[in-house]
């Protein structure tokens, strides 16, 4: 296939300082050549003032100058596809039936909050529009393509069928391991550009002091600007004009520079564009068979710690005692470097990153387009000052407890209910739900929940609406029947982008891994839709599931009226305290005080356990407005669906026992389990000569795999089937909050439950009767292998727990909300 790559630099030349940008170029390229694709790389070059040939009639070799040179060069050439490298070049391009690839690997609007914050929205319109020229768009991780999936809805690429997103990380250009002799002293390094995002000053303050107090302990650092970039301000503050002096290397000078050394540094404060980058830097250090020392809020981290190829810090405190165990055990350094050798030879380098790219270069087409108006993309601009965001946030919370009604709220209300709002029954009114994206595929708790919730609150003579973060779709529950209606037109653009809503909920300290339970705190769609549909529809109630949907169920109330059901999953802001321990005590605080006013601000509130409402008590929530309903269960699949043949299907052994587990694997504590399972379970059952597989299912698998016995097989059409054909459920879970549904299920399907006490937390049954309780990683082990081997007695259990899930179908869970909801 014949390719054409546009660029922003000249191919990579190691006698000189190289760009990332350069250095990733090459490394795709290669890995395209290797594949048997033709490349022709263009570097766009614009022509000096005192050019005197015309640009366009000049001669296309390995860079263009203008846009009108590049289509002559294009439509002489016929390529099969074309592959940008820079966002803005595609502005470059003409228009053509050509495949569109681009390559937006860096999170830019969050650069850009650094750069110019003050242009963060206008940048934002800008990047939309070029957006709606590509066909499909490479991301460096899936916290980047998180971020660029709102851009290109708004940039009207149709993501029906699929979402024209791949992931080719940046990666090292070989395999192969480097051989690195340690040598004393051992040497640290920092290396590349000094972005306005990475703050690393703590950091070198840190390792100056420690060279000082270990005598085997060096700290180079290659760092500084481009040769050529100018330095932003002066000592004035008004910009020097001058060129800033850079200990940046050639790229064959800083290979060489890099083998010296012994452990590389990816180091820094937080801040949001850290927590979605995946740096350059990073994979000059493996290039050069360096473990690294890493932030853990980069997504790097991971791998890292997988492989051991490196250390995982939060603090320059954490410093002194890694270089202390590394000093005294030189053969640590050894084993993290064969972790090195490894992540390379398995994920981080281009021939295998490159896989995504390559299965959309066997068969590239253009993608579907949505036509938009043109005030789509012409947005208006937004205030998206960070001082601002956040007084206007903490007056919203201040003020979420006492809501006085304006004569203007008063006249509204009177307005809407006359002209617009149906007649709202007084014994059956409908339901409005206002909840999270994620519920479909219905494959975790929280989906499962609402969902069942819906069905079978519509099946109790009333219809349930329920709205999401979609600006396109709503849904309706009517005698236990799911439908899609879409949302007016117009409708969908009377707020700002989502993109910018999120980078300002980001701004404000909310973290990024549970943003998407909190966006109506700066999204005001929410409100939008609420309004709508309480308008249009006999809604006397609304339910929201988590405390920051309250908020626009509130505002639809404050015209409506009507009550406020907040549905409690978990109490969150622990939850959350337990889950991300680098937050810090104000972000904690901000979140229990937004939680706490959503409490005081809804009518009824839903706990799933008794130990979440004792908790919200405790922080001062009226005890007689709390009524704990605990999770329900689909006992009619169970009941009625046979189990399968899953040895057959997933390709399983035949002769080993199936344990079972199952969630979303995104959710980090179900993650965690499964590691547990891999590093503390597994290989004490093989020590008591049993050898079992693990069938994990749920979503979002890990990338790499935790154990050649654990099988994840992804989210499956009918749970119910897959988990009654095996022989025991085993929950180690470590983390988490609310009430454990997984356990239901296990009980419903009939098989046996062990459980560390955290995973099954919040349900009321007893120790030794229902399921098996243990928190010691050797007492689980020696009860899986009992209970495999004496069936009788995993059959008692099983026995009480069917008995203990039977009146907790989804109907009779349902008919429990009925007195809150009038």
Known sequence: MKLLYLTLEPSLDTGKVATGNQVRAQGIREALEAAGHQVHQLAFMPASPDTTESPANSQITDSYQSAEQLHRFIAEEAFDSI??????????LPESDIPVVLDFIAPRLLEIMFQEPESVAEQAKVIIRHLSKIDHVLAGNQRQADLLLPLLLQAGIDCREQIPISIVPIA???????????????????????????????????????????????????????????VQAG????????????????????????????????????NPEREFSHSYRAMEYLESGLPIIINSWIPLAS?????????????????????????????LLTRKKAGVDKLKAEQLNYHDACKPLLAFLSGPKKINRFALAEETVAAPVVDVSASKAKAEMEKEVEDFQRLPTSNIKIILGKIFKRYFCPPRPESTPDVLMVTRSDLFPVDHGAAVKIIRTAESLSRTGRDVW???????????????????????????????????????????????????????????????????LTSRKPIGAYQAEFPAYVRPCRFAR???AGKILLVQHNV????????????????????????VAMCHEADKIIAVSDNDRDKMIADGIDAEKIHTIPHGVDLRAFHTTPAINIRERYRLPWHTPLLVYHGTYSYSPNLEAMEVMAREILPRLEERDMHVTVLAIGSKPPDFPLHPNIVFVGSVDNLAEVIAATDLAVVP?????????KILDYFAAGIPVISTAKGIEGIPIENGNEALIIDDFDAISDAIVHLLRNPEEAKKLSDQASLFVDPLGWDAIGRRYLPLLH
């Open 466 to 532: 329920l709205t999401t973060d979609s600006r396109t779709e709503y849904f309706q529950f009517s005698n236990g029947k799911m439908t899609t209606h879409l949302f007016p037109f117009l409708l969908r653009f009377l707020c700002q982008p989502r993109s910018v809503a999120f980078m300002k909920l980001l701004k404000l300290g909310f973290p990024y891994s549970n943003s998407f339970l909190y966006m109506p705190v700066t999204d005001m769609s929410y409100i939008v839709r609420a309004i709508y």
């Open 558 to 560: 404050s015209l409506f």
């Open 733 to 741: 879970l470590q983390e988490g909050g609310g009430t454990r549904m």
């Open 303 to 331: 791998l890292i710690k997988h492989y051991d190829a490196g250390w995982v810090i939060d603090e320059p405190s954490e410093l002194d005692a890694l270089i202390s165990n590394v000093l005294a055990d030189p053969d």
């Open 172 to 230: 090292t250009r070989s395999k192969l391991a480097r051989v690195n002799n340690s040598l004393r002293p051992l040497t640290l390094v920092y290396a590349g550009v000094d972005w306005p995002w990475r703050n690393f000053e703590n950091y070198r303050n840190t390792l100056e002091s420690l060279t000082a107090k270990h005598q085997d302990l060096r700290f180079n650092e290659y760092s500084g600007v481009y040769p050529g970039l100018l």
């Open 235 to 270: 000592d004035d503050g008004k910009g020097s004009g001058e060129e800033q002096v850079t200990t940046l290397l050639g790229y064959a000078a800083m290979q060489a520079s890099l083998q010296q050394c012994d452990i590389g540094l990816e180091l820094g404060e937080r």
């Open 83 to 92: 592959i940008v490298a820079y966002w803005y070049l595609l502005d470059h």
């Open 572 to 595: 969150e802001y622990d939850r959350i305290r337990n889950q991300e321990p680098d937050l810090t005590p104000k972000n904690i605080q901000t979140l229990k005080n937004l939680e």
